[in-house]
C-alpha cells in the first residue's frame, strides 16, 4: 500500500490525532500499547564515549530518553507472511 492510498483510507486528521494521543498517554504515563500493533515505550539511555569516524575525536554523549517500539506478534506474523 502506498502512501496515497493510506491517505485516502484514514483522514490524516484522524491519524493525527491517534499520534498525539500516544504521544500524551507516552508522556504521562512512560507506555502504550495498541492491540495487535505493538508498544511504544520510554527508555532511559545512559551517557557514553562515541567517536567522531571521520576525525576519530572521542565525544562524550549525554544520558537521554527516548521511544522504544516493540511490534506485537501479530504484526510481525503478518510481516513475516509477505517474505
Known sequence: MTTRELTELVPADGVGRVFAAVAAVLAEAGRVEVDGFGSFELVRRRPRA??????GER?????????????????????????
Open 50 to 55: 562515541a567517536r567522531n569516524p571521520r576525525t
Open 59 to 83: 565525544i562524550d554523549v549525554p544520558a537521554r530518553t527516548v521511544v522504544r517500539f516493540k511490534p506485537a506478534r501479530e504484526l510481525r506474523g503478518r510481516a513475516a507472511a509477505r517474505e
